[in-house]
C-alpha cells in the first residue's frame, strides 16, 4: 500500500496538542451524536449491540424450550408439560424461530461487521450512502419492535415460517407479526444497495476486483440475493395479510386458495435466505484462516467465483423443502439434481481453505479455533443436507428432529460461529483492546462440545422418527431429548463465558497495536480503533489482500 496522496479530512475535533486523530468512538460525544451518526462504524457497533441483544434473547428462548423438554425427569410419570403448557411451548419456539431468524442470523454478519469492515477493506472513507445506512438502521430497530411485540402480545404460534392454512386461520396476531417482518425485508433490500454501489463505486486506487478480499466478495454475493429475493418474501407476507384482513382466497383452501403456493413463495424467498446468511459466513472463515496460516489464500478465484455460483444456484433449489408436498416427480428429480449440485461451490471452498492451512505457520488463537470449529461443523451441516436432497431418504427424515439438527448445524453452527470468531479477530480493529486468549479457547472448547452433544443427539432422534415441534413425545425418545437439553446447557455456559471476557476487555483490556495479527488487507492499516475517515490519507493498492511475505512454514507460530 501506498500514502502518496492527499489527506483524507481531518475531524473538527482532532487533538491539536501532538496532532492525534481522535478515533470514530471519541470524535463526538453524547447519545444524540450516536443516533444521528452516518458513520458506518458506528452503524456498525449499533447494530452489533441490537443483533447481540436478540441473540441473547433468542438463546433464551430456546433454553426454555429445552427444558421443558426434559420431560418426566422432573414431571413425574406421564406428564411432560411440567415447565408451560403445549400452548406455551408453540408460542416459545415460535418466538425462538423467529427472533434468530430475522432478527439475529439474518442480518448478524452483513449488518454488523459488513458495515464496520467493508469500507475499510475497500479503502473507503464511508459507503456510498451514508444516510440511507442510518435510515436502514432504524427500519431494523422498528421492524425488530414491531415483531416482538406482535409475538409477545399476539402470541403467534404458527413457527417462523408462518406456514399456511393454519396461519390463515389461527386467532392469534399473525397480521401484526408479519408486518414486522416486511418492515425489516426493507432494512436487508437498503443495506444490500448500498453494499452492492459501495463495492462497484467506492474501491480505492489499484484496488481491481481480482484484489478484493474474500470477505467483500462474499458481501458482493450476499447483497444480490438480498436486493433480489427480499421482495418475494415481502409480497407473500403482504398476500398472507391481505386474505386475513379482507378474506380474498389466496392461501386457504375454504377460500378456494392453495396452501402450497404459500410454501412455493416463501421458500423461493428463504433458501436463497439460508445463503444470505452463510455466505458472509464463508468470507469470515476465508479471512480468519489466510491471516492465521500466514500464507496466500489457495484458489481465490475460485472462492470468490463460488460464492457467485452459491448465490445463484441458489434462487433454484427451493423445491427441496417440499418433496412431501404433492409436486410432481419431474420437479422433484429436478429440485434433488440441483441440490446437490449447490453442494459443489461450497466444497470448492472447504476445500480451498484445508489447502490453504496445509503446509501454512498457524497460529492457534480464538479466532482461529473458532474458524476450525466452522470447518467441523458446517461440513456435518452439508453433509446432512445431501441426506435430505436424496428423495427417498427425505420421505422418512422430513419435519423431523434430523431436520432440526441439518438446520442448527449450518446456521448456528456455520453463520453464528463464524460470526463469533470474526468478532474475536476483529475485536482488536474495532475497541483498541485485546481479548483474552486463554479465555477465548476456554469458551470456544464449551461451544464446540455443548452444540455437538445438543444436535448430535437430534439426528438420532430424528432417524428415529421423533417429529419437530412437538411438546410431547414417546418413552423412547425421552434419554435423547435429555441429552440434547444438557448440551445445551453447556453451550449457554460458552456464549456466557465469551461475553464476560468481552466485557472486561472493553473495561481494563491490554491495548491493541495497529495490526496485531500482521495482516495485509486495507482495514489492518489504519488506526485501532479507526479514526472517523478511515484513513489518513487515500491508501494505494499495489498488491492482493492475502501476498504475504516468504515465511519459514517449518517453524510453528504461537498465539498472539
Known sequence: MDSNRNSAPKS????????????????????????????HKRL?????????????????????????LLGKIFGGPGKQDWLFSGDTYNKLFTLHGAVMVFLVIIPSIPASLGNFFLPLMLGAKDVAFPKLNLMSFYVYVLGGCFLLFSILTGAVDTGWTFYTPYSSTTSTSVVSAVMGVFILGFSSILTGVNFIVTIHKMRAPGLTWTRLPLFVWAQYATSLIQVLATPVLA???????IERTMGVGIFDPKLGGDPVLFQHFFWFYSHPAVYIMILPGFGVISEIITVNSRKQIFGYKAIAMSSVAIAVIGFLVWGHHMFTSGQSELASAVFSFLTFAVAVPTAIKVFSWVATMYGGSIRLNSAMCYALAFLFLFTIGGLTGLFLGSLSVDIHLHDTYFVVAHFHYVMMGGTMTAFVGALHHWWPKMTGRMLSEFWGKVGCFFVFVGFNITFLSQFLLGTKGMPRRYANYLPEFQTLHQISTVGSYLLGLGFLITLIYMIQSLINGEKASKNPWEAMSLEWQTDSPPIEHNFHVQPVVKHGPYEFPEIDHSLARGGH
Open 12 to 39: 473538527a475535533h482532532a487533538a491539536s496538542a501532538g496532532g492525534v486523530e481522535p478515533n470514530y468512538l471519541n470524535a463526538h460525544k453524547g447519545i444524540w451524536s450516536w443516533m444521528t451518526t452516518v458513520d
Open 44 to 68: 456498525g457497533i449499533m447494530y452489533l449491540v441490537g443483533i447481540l441483544t436478540f441473540f441473547a434473547a433468542g438463546g433464551i428462548f430456546a433454553l426454555l424450550v429445552r427444558t421443558q
Open 235 to 241: 409480497i407473500t407476507l403482504m398476500l398472507l395479510a
